[in-house]
C-alpha cells in the first residue's frame, strides 16, 4: 500500500479532524445566558454534562501545527467555554452524569478523563502559548477535581475498571501528588479479564474490545508497565479472527449493546495503531490501515499521534493480512472459518449455534424441537479444530431454576401446604416423573464452496416434531427450482425438498435438501424473530441428516454460484 492510500496516516487524520470541526462547533451551546453555555447538544436536544470530552478535539484543532486552526483566539474561546461548563455541571463529588443512564458517574468521569488527559498533556509542552497554556489549566482543573470522585464511586461493567485506572494513571501522571496508586493497584489486582483465547468478559468486539484495548495502552504508558499490553495483543489477534471479509465483525457473541450489530469497528483501529508502533508489528498497522479504509474514517487514531510524534512520521512495513483461515477458540467456545469473501462462526451457548456470511447474504441457524422446555438449541460440549466444530445440545429444561432438570418432567403430589407464595420452593421438593432428554448433536464442517452441517438426535422420544430454521436479512430474493419471491422482513417460507439460494444482489448462499415433515409457522418454545426472513426444513425426531450450505457469487447467465 502507497503512503497515503488507504493507510493511518497523520495528515489524512488532520483532514478528517478539520471536516468535523464545523459540525461539531456547531452543536456548542454559545449563548452566555443558558446554563448549559459551553456544553453540546446531543441528537436527543440534551446538553450531557459529560460532553465536556469534546473539548478535546477542539484543542487538538487549536495545539496541532498542521490545523489550520493552530492558535486561533475564536476557538480558545470556546474551549475555555467547556471549561466553565464543567464546573458549573459536575456534581459536588467531582462527577459527572451520562444522562441517558448515569448519574454521578465515577466511570463516566474516567471516559472524560481518558478524552482530555492527552490534550492537557500536549498543552504543557506548547512552549511560548498563553493560550496553549489557559488549555492546560482549564481541563486539567476538571481532571483534578474529578479525581476524588473517581477513586470512590466505583464502576458498573468490567471494562469500567480498566477505564477507571487509565484515567487515574493518566492523571497522576499529570498531577504527581495525587494519592490514587492504592485504587489503581486493587483494580489491577483483580488481574485482567481476558482468556487464553484473548476475549475479555463483554465478548463486545464491536464496541467494548475497543474500549479496553485503549484504557490498557493508555495506562501502560503512564505507568510504564509493558505487561498491561500483552492482553491487548491478545485480543487484537482474536479481533482480526472475528472480522467478515467486508470487515464488518462479528457481534452476535457479544454481551453488550453491539449484539447483533452490523458494521465496520473502526474503534479498533487506533489500538491496531499503536500496537503496530509499540511492536513494529505489520500484520497490527496493516489491520489499522483496512479498518480506516473500510470505515472510512481514520480520526479515532488522532490521540496517538497527539500524544506521540514519532508516528507522525514513522513507518511500519506492513504484513499481507491472511484472507483464508480456520481458527477454534476452546475457551471462548468459538470457531471461525474465512474463505475469501465467505465467513462463518460456531458458537457455544447461544441459541444461534452457527452463522455464515458471504458479501452482504448473511444467514443465522437455529435448531429447535417442541420437546417440552427443552427444545431450543444451546450448543454445549464445544469441540473445534481446523477443518469442523461439533456442538452437543444436552435438553437442559431451564424454565424451572429450582434444579437443573433434563428432558420431560412431570411433578408428583407432596405432602405439604402448597400455595402462591411457596409454590416454586416446593416444586423442587416434588417427586417426579421423568421422560429422557432429547440431545442433539450439531456437527459443522468446512468444505469446498461451503459448509456441511450434519444434525442427529439421541434419546427423547419418537414422532417429535424438529425445525431447522435459516434466517437471512430481508430485502435479498429466494429462489427454489420452482419459486421466487422477495425475501421480506416478518415473512417465512418452507423448503420442501431441493435447495433454495438466497442472494442479495450478487452475493448468495444456498440451502438444502428440504424436508416438510410439518407446517409448524411458529413452534412452541422457539425463538424466532420479526426482523428477518426464516426459511424452514422441517422434520421429525429420531432424525440423522446432513444439510449443505454453500457461499459465492450468483451468475444470472450461468445460472449457478461462482466461487
Known amino acids: 500500500i502507497e503512503k497515503g492510500e488507504g493507510m493511518v496516516e497523520y495528515g489524512q487524520v488532520i483532514r478528517e479532524l478539520e471536516i468535523s470541526l464545523p459540525r461539531l462547533l456547531a452543536r456548542q451551546i454559545v449563548d452566555e445566558r443558558s446554563t448549559d453555555c459551553g456544553g453540546f447538544m446531543d441528537g436527543d436536544g440534551l446538553v450531557g454534562p459529560n460532553s465536556v470530552s469534546s473539548a478535546s478535539t477542539l484543542a487538538y484543532a487549536y495545539l496541532l501545527r498542521e490545523s489550520s486552526h493552530y492558535q486561533s483566539p475564536e476557538l480558545l474561546e470556546r474551549i475555555l467555554m467547556v471549561g466553565d461548563f464543567g464546573r458549573r455541571r459536575r456534581r459536588p463529588s467531582g462527577n459527572y452524569d451520562l444522562l441517558i443512564t448515569n448519574f454521578d458517574s465515577s466511570p463516566d468521569t474516567g471516559f472524560i478523563t481518558k478524552s482530555l488527559a492527552p490534550a492537557v498533556k500536549l498543552a504543557r509542552v506548547a512552549e511560548g502559548d498563553e493560550g496553549a497554556q489557559q488549555i492546560a489549566e482549564s481541563l486539567g482543573e476538571l481532571i483534578l477535581s474529578g479525581v476524588p470522585g473517581m477513586v470512590n464511586g466505583g464502576f458498573h461493567t468490567p471494562n469500567h475498571r480498566w477505564v477507571l485506572v487509565a484515567a487515574l494513571s493518566l492523571a497522576k501522571e499529570l498531577f504527581p501528588d495525587i494519592e490514587v496508586q492504592d485504587t489503581i493497584e486493587a483494580y489491577l489486582a483483580e488481574t485482567i479479564d481476558c482468556n487464553a483465547d484473548g476475549e475479555y468478559i463483554e465478548r463486545s468486539t464491536g464496541v467494548y474490545n475497543a474500549v479496553v484495548n485503549r484504557s490498557l495502552i493508555l495506562a501502560s504508558q503512564a505507568l510504564s508497565r509493558p505487561e498491561l499490553l500483552d492482553p491487548v495483543r491478545r485480543n487484537l489477534d482474536f479481533n482480526y479472527h472475528m472480522l467478515h471479509g467486508d470487515a464488518t465483525v462479528v457481534t452476535s457473541i457479544s454481551r453488550r449493546q453491539d449484539r447483533g450489530a452490523r458494521s465496520v469497528p473502526t474503534t479498533l483501529a487506533d489500538g491496531y495503531q499503536a500496537m503496530a508502533h509499540i511492536d513494529d508489528n505489520g500484520f497490527y498497522a496493516a489491520v489499522a490501515d483496512w479498518l480506516v479504509e473500510r470505515g472510512k474514517s481514520s480520526i479515532v487514531c488522532l490521540p496517538n499521534f497527539a500524544l506521540n510524534p514519532a508516528w507522525r512520521t514513522a ?188 442472494r442479495v444482489g450478487n452475493d448468495a448462499i444456498s440451502v438444502g435438501p428440504g424436508s416438510h415433515a410439518h407446517s409448524m409457522w411458529a413452534m412452541r418454545n422457539s425463538e424466532s424473530s420479526s426482523d428477518v426472513f426464516r426459511l424452514l426444513i422441517t422434520d421429525m425426531a429420531p432424525l440423522k441428516r446432513t444439510i449443505q450450505i454453500r457461499c459465492g457469487t450468483w451468475s444470472a447467465t450461468e445460472r449457478k454460484l461462482l466461487p
Open 315 to 502: 513507518e511500519v512495513a506492513r504484513e499481507k493480512l491472511p484472507t483464508s483461515y480456520a481458527k477454534s477458540f476452546p475457551v471462548s467456545g468459538l470457531w471461525r472459518v474465512r474463505r475469501g469473501g465467505a465467513s462463518a462462526t460456531a458458537a457455544a451457548g447461544l441459541t444461534s449455534p452457527f452463522s455464515v456470511v458471504y458479501g452482504q447474504a448473511e444467514m443465522t441457524l437455529k435448531l429447535c424441537s417442541t420437546y417440552f422446555a427443552t427444545g431450543q438449541f444451546v450448543g454445549e460440549d464445544f469441540v473445534g479444530s481446523e477443518r469442523e466444530a461439533h456442538l452437543q445440545h444436552m435438553g437442559h429444561n431451564k424454565i424451572y431454576p429450582e434444579k437443573d432438570y433434563r428432558g420431560g418432567i412431570y411433578w408428583l403430589p407432596i405432602d405439604e401446604q402448597v400455595d402462591a407464595e411457596n409454590w416454586q420452593e416446593v416444586r423442587g421438593r416434588r417427586a417426579t416423573y421423568e421422560l429422557p432428554p432429547l440431545q442433539v448433536s450439531l456437527r459443522m464442517v468446512s468444505v469446498e464452496g461451503g459448509f456441511d452441517l450434519h444434525l442427529a438426535t439421541s434419546g427423547g422420544l419418537d414422532g417429535v416434531p424438529f425445525q431447522i430454521e435459516f434466517s437471512f436479512t430481508p430485502g435479498g430474493t429466494l429462489e427454489t427450482e420452482n419459486v421466487l419471491l422477495e425475501g421480506k422482513e416478518g415473512n417465512t417460507a418452507f423448503l420442501k425438498r431441493g435447495t433454495a439460494l438466497y
